[in-house]
């Protein structure tokens, strides 16, 4: 490789593609869908799931300051995987042999998609989808391509010009389970203009005939447009009782607006109506607070079927997950968030349940706040003998089980601050620390590794000259001169009168 970049005239000192090229060819790392490696050292295939993770993680890094829109980015796999269990378990016993289709409207990588194919096994699908973002319809495509998965790379279609709401590219198809997390709180504006505008759209995805009305509108308000993507898969359900005895199972997420936005007779309120009216929707599913990335506001999974069994038919089953943890924890409020910490790690061992560091993360946020005048809460206890008190290093003596030991806290990183300190400051960083920040911050301390020493040439400081001020005497002159003037008008304006 090495050969082929000084070839091309590509070297590391003078261009930064050549060092990105040989990182992604080093040998400890694999970011191809296939496993690699000899012996006992073989590193598994990344899947584009968790490609999406990489990809939300740059996101994370870059565009944290965009303002980007609250659930724009990936689905957490646990979300996903909670989706394709409540579309396929229910029905599980009840699925032949043969093949099924899987229709994302909203596929983003491709994560959902892959993950409900995975979860079938040895059923034979074909996967279909259609994503408006070019980079992240771009990861579903080459992810599919790599796997040699060229028929369902195929069936995805995306781009700014392959908006789903309006250029449907699967205007005649019928599909068999259908995933989806829609963006919501986003404007549709622009594929209303697309479409002519409400008073002349007949997309039949969205006027339809129910409860005698031959123009029964789905139309939502322009500026969030995600019941729309539930009406978009209601319309390719499969009805055909003999031709598909399971129908089509629709799972799909959506925030808490649209469970009651819309008054009687708008597009929200008509699309409930129609599914309720329809008796199509099976449960909803109220999710954890903070598990989507870029947004901390309650979403919900809806469940849809139009082959409800018969225990089913004419109710809604609600599930409230986020208290299952509480419930477990126990219902009283904990005050010391590091006692809460060891109830939780034992409930969840009692659970059998070993989540990752960032679904505990969730789990944690979503059960949790922050009280200012909490007790501390403790990061690290480091071993006897290893560490000494530091206090301006972040290493505070402690009592813990009425051992002295020393222990490291977990910053609030709404207070990180930062100080520009002269480099000949006489006493150092320790002593500008603790004459301008301990006396109103005493708990405040130098992370180390954030310390960095820089340059700078300032004029300004040296040769700036401030203007000159007027003494009092002068201002008081000014005021009584406008004074005077303001009074010379008024005469004039007045004609002298009252004077």
């Given at each position: 490789m090495k050969a082929a970049l000084d070839k091309a005239g590509i070297t590391n000192q003078d261009d930064v593609l050549?060092?990105?090229?040989?990182?992604?060819?080093?040998?400890?790392?694999?970011?191809?869908?296939?496993?690699?490696?000899?012996?006992?050292?073989?590193?598994?295939?990344?899947?584009?799931?968790?490609?999406?993770?990489?990809?939300?993680?740059?996101?994370?890094?870059?565009?944290?300051?965009?303002?980007?829109?609250?659930?724009?980015?990936?689905?957490p796999r646990n979300a996903v995987r909670l989706m394709a269990n409540r579309m396929f378990l229910p029905v599980a016993d009840r699925i032949e042999s043969g093949t099924y289709l899987l229709y994302d409207c909203a596929c983003g990588t491709g994560g959902m998609l892959t993950m409900a194919e995975e979860t079938l096994q040895q059923i034979a699908t074909h996967l279909y989808g259609q994503e408006i973002n070019g980079e992240t319809y771009a990861i579903c495509k080459a992810d599919l391509l790599l796997k040699g998965d060229g028929d369902a790379a195929d069936n995805i279609f995306g781009g700014p010009e392959h908006s789903t709401l309006s250029n449907d590219a699967f205007r005649s198809r019928e599909f068999d389970f259908m995933p989806t997390n829609p963006p919501y709180g986003i404007s549709w504006k622009i594929d209303l203009e697309r479409m002519d505008g409400k008073k002349d759209l007949k997309d039949p995805r969205f006027v339809i005939q129910h409860a005698g009305d031959a123009e029964y509108s789905l139309l939502t308000r322009s500026s969030d447009g995600q019941m729309l993507f539930l009406a978009n898969m209601l319309s390719k359900m499969k009805h055909d009782a003999k031709k598909c005895p399971l129908g089509s199972r629709?799972?799909?997420?959506?925030?808490?607006?649209?469970?009651?936005?819309?008054?009687?007779?708008?597009?929200?309120?008509?699309?409930?109506?129609?599914?309720?009216?329809?008796?199509?929707?099976?449960?909803?599913?109220?999710?954890?607070?903070?598990?989507?990335?870029n947004t901390g506001i309650a979403t919900y999974v809806w469940v849809l079927s139009n082959r409800k069994p018969a225990h089913r038919q004419g109710k809604v089953q609600l599930i409230e997950t986020a208290n299952q943890l509480r419930v477990a924890l126990s219902d009283g409020l904990m005050e010391d968030h590091n006692v809460f910490l060891k109830r939780v790690e034992a409930t969840l061992k009692q659970l059998g349940r070993k989540p990752s560091a960032a679904d505990l993360k969730l789990i944690i946020n979503a059960v949790s706040w922050r009280v200012e005048d909490a007790p501390a809460v403790i990061k690290k206890i480091h071993k006897p003998g290893k560490a000494q008190p530091a206090p301006l290093r972040g290493r505070f003596e402690a009592k813990i089980d009425g051992k002295t030991c020393v222990v490291e806290y977990e910053p609030n990183s709404k207070l990180r601050d930062y100080e520009q300190i002269p480099l000949l400051e006489k006493g150092g960083i320790k002593d500008f620390i603790r004459r301008e920040v301990l006396p109103y911050t005493p708990d405040a301390?130098?992370?180390?590794?954030?310390?960095?020493?820089?340059?700078?040439?300032?004029?300004?400081?040296?040769?700036?000259?401030?203007?000159?001020?007027?003494?009092?005497?002068?201002?008081?002159?000014?005021?009584?001169?406008?004074?005077?003037?303001?009074?010379?008008?008024?005469?004039?304006?007045?004609?002298?009168a009252g004077t």
């Open positions: 050549g060092t990105q090229i040989e990182k992604f060819l080093d040998k400890g790392i694999n970011i191809s869908p296939f496993p690699v490696g000899e012996g006992g050292n073989i590193m598994p295939g990344l899947d584009n799931h968790s490609m999406g993770t990489m990809f939300e993680e740059l996101v994370r890094c870059f565009n944290e300051d965009n303002n980007e829109e609250a659930g724009e980015h990936r689905t629709i799972a799909e997420v959506h925030n808490g607006s649209s469970l009651f936005t819309g008054d009687a007779g708008q597009g929200e309120s008509n699309i409930r109506r129609w599914i309720i009216e329809s008796d199509w929707l099976e449960a909803i599913v109220a999710l954890p607070l903070n598990l989507f990335y301390w130098i992370v180390e590794s954030d310390t960095k020493i820089g340059c700078e040439i300032s004029f300004t400081r040296h040769f700036f000259q401030p203007p000159k001020l007027r003494t009092l005497a002068e201002i008081s002159a000014d005021i009584l001169a406008l004074k005077q003037e303001t009074e010379g008008l008024l005469i004039e304006i007045t004609g002298g």
